[in-house]
């Protein structure tokens, strides 16, 4: 997709593209291009990789790296980047986890690099997001990315419906075999414009916090289009096949709810929403495609249910496995771990020739057996002291009647203690959210980074 279509396509895009065009206005124009390109390029790279570029699926993977190291240099020469202790224990594990990686552990510099980009590249941007960002820039992401649901909920239908060797469901590369991942019965999991399933799951969760917030702030956003992206984020749930889709929706409405519940003069708002919630059902349940895809949904819910032990199980399996799981196998490590990169698909590709978990599909323990039990357990506790620092402050806007941190934070809360950050589409689906939240607790009228307050 040209630029030229998107913005044609998009008005926030064109609108940020237009936005201060004089250097006196906007000192900060390149640097917020250059986020956009990278939100954009997270979004659409997957594309490049299965359909218009497939030869150059490789260099592709990472071309989001060498814009966030110019990002990164032109906010550090500007002096936009102030040190705070999650930033400087990130960049202290990224470095040693480095050297012990080619000393110690697999002894690969290429694959430590490519891990260490995660702490020492991806993470610092978060915090140039959040700085150069401001609130009406977060917004103007909000409704560029409910005006892209539309069509991505139109892509992942074809891709649901249309057999792996048709062109919507190419791989990587040109892959005839298909991009769809295993899902239920003869139906497989649509990855969107990405190049894995998990990244249409992420792309939902990630609308659906915009989606939900502008029902509660209907003025900022064309109703026509609020609608119909409604429209497409509940379709989009059984098309998607994803429980993780399901859980994550849930979570940023149980999110909506405790701060209605916090402040319940706002109570009126919620209504619009559910009138549209209930038409939009009743309107897709009569749709047999819907009927369809929602049937193998549920198909899909009842057969993991079954292996796992039920809902409780899944939550257990899938979540608090993970947590308890890391530990308890940190002992058994090396003290400095395996290696930096290990633990990546690439460094798997690297290292052994063949993509698989040389150390553990879950994050943390993917983090403690790269890096070992004392950087692991640290990076472990910088992302849920991170995650902490940004819940309190979100909840305190909350009080003051500003919901919009608080509805971010419902995806952030996924994404950035425990989100799969080997995996590029979610690092980079972490980064901007993270980046996105921050930017949202900044007061207009104060440029200062909301968590450099402290």
Not at 51 to 75: K, M, N, Q, T
Not at 136 to 151: L, N, S
Not at 219 to 239: H, Q, S
């Amino acid at each position: 997709m040209s630029t030229t279509s998107i913005t044609t396509v998009h008005p926030e895009i064109r609108a940020m593209l237009e936005q201060g065009k004089s250097g006196a206005k906007d000192p900060y124009r390149s640097l917020r291009i250059g986020i956009w390109a990278y939100f954009l390029l997270l979004l659409f790279e997957g594309a490049l990789r299965k359909w218009f570029l497939p030869g150059l699926a490789a260099p592709l993977l990472v071309v989001r790296d060498p814009l966030v190291l110019w990002l990164l240099v032109v906010a550090w020469q500007r002096g936009l980047i102030a040190a705070n202790p999650y930033l400087i224990g990130m960049l202290l594990i990224g470095a040693i986890g480095t050297v012990t990686a080619v000393a110690l552990g697999h002894g690969s510099f290429p694959v430590a690099i490519y891990g260490a980009r995660i702490l020492v590249l991806h993470f610092p941007l978060v915090f140039v997001i959040g700085r150069i960002f401001t609130r009406e820039d977060v917004v103007r992401i909000g409704k560029a990315t409910v005006w892209i649901a539309i069509p991505m909920t139109v892509l992942i239908a074809l891709q649901f419906y249309s057999p792996q060797s048709a062109w919507v469901n190419r791989g990587v590369g040109g892959d005839m075999a298909g991009a769809g991942y295993s899902g239920a019965g003869e139906y497989f999991r649509p990855p969107g414009t990405f190049s894995f399933t998990t990244g249409n799951t992420h792309f939902f969760s990630f609308a659906a916090c915009f989606i939900l917030y502008f029902w509660l702030n209907t003025k900022e956003i064309n109703r026509l289009i609020l609608i119909a992206a409604t429209f497409g984020l509940l379709a989009a749930i059984p098309l998607s096949i994803s429980r993780s889709l399901f859980f994550s929706v849930g979570v940023t409405v149980i999110f909506i709810l405790i701060a209605l519940a916090r402040r319940p003069k706002y109570l009126i708002q919620i209504i619009p929403i559910g009138i549209v919630l209930v038409i939009a059902l009743a309107a897709l349940s009569q749709i047999s495609m819907f009927q369809t895809a929602t049937e193998v949904l549920t198909s899909r819910f009842t057969g993991a249910s079954e292996v796992e032990g039920g809902l409780e199980g899944t939550i257990g399996t899938r979540y608090l496995g993970g947590f308890f799981g890391a530990f308890a196998g940190a002992a058994k490590v090396p003290f400095f771990g395996l290696g930096l990169g290990m633990g990546t698909n690439v460094g798997s590709m690297l290292l052994s020739g063949d993509i698989a978990f040389l150390i553990a599909e879950d994050e943390w323990g993917r983090i403690i057996g790269e890096l070992g039990p004392l950087l692991g357990i640290s990076m472990i506790l910088i992302r849920l002291g991170f995650a902490l620092k940004l819940s309190i402050a979100s909840y305190s806007k909350v009080v003051a009647g500003d919901f919009l941190p608080w509805v971010l934070l419902s995806f952030s809360l996924l994404t950035i203690p425990q989100g799969q950050w080997a995996q590029p589409t979610v690092l980079g689906f972490s980064t901007i959210i993270a980046g996105l939240q921050i930017a949202s607790l900044r007061n207009p009228a104060n440029k200062k980074l909301a968590l450099n307050r402290s």
